[in-house]
């Protein structure tokens, strides 16, 4: 069974920075879909990036692109998100997710392993 474990949650100034990590209890290998999203209080989930772990090719949505940046360890056991110029709006819990299939499929069919999410206040 896969466990995906986020830290790297806090809180920050707008403007401020902050690194989320996200390590995994296997390697990916192969054709793996890894990905972040976010819920703030009272709003659905969100995705906030996706990456292809076979091609390393990133996605992301149109309120983070340019400030925040999706990546994967060498090792390929570990996934990060780097986030910029962060903002209230950024505020919410973020949670790590990951499936054995590519990213076009896990976003239409649904991620199956979830992390436990971290929290990420901005304040202003």
């Known amino acids: 069974q896969v466990r995906l474990v986020e830290s790297g949650g806090g809180s920050v100034q707008a403007g401020g920075s902050l690194i989320l990590s996200c390590v995994a209890t296997?390697?990916?290998?192969?054709?793996?879909?890894m990905a972040w999203f976010r819920q703030a209080p009272g709003k659905e989930r969100e995705g906030v990036a996706t990456?292809?772990?076979?091609?390393?090719?990133?996605n992301y949505a149109d309120s983070v692109t340019g400030r925040f940046t999706i990546s994967l360890d060498d090792a390929k056991k570990a996934l990060s998100l780097q986030m910029n110029k962060l903002s209230p709006d950024d505020n919410a819990i973020y949670y790590c997710?990951?499936?054995?299939?590519?990213?076009?499929?896990?976003?239409?069919?649904?991620?199956?392993?979830w992390g436990q999410g971290t929290q990420v206040t901005v304040s202003s």
């Open positions: 997710a990951g499936d054995y299939s590519t990213c076009d499929k896990a976003n239409k069919v649904g991620f199956t392993f």
């Open positions: 296997v390697y990916f290998r192969g054709d793996y879909c």
């Open positions: 990456i292809s772990t076979r091609y390393g090719r990133t």
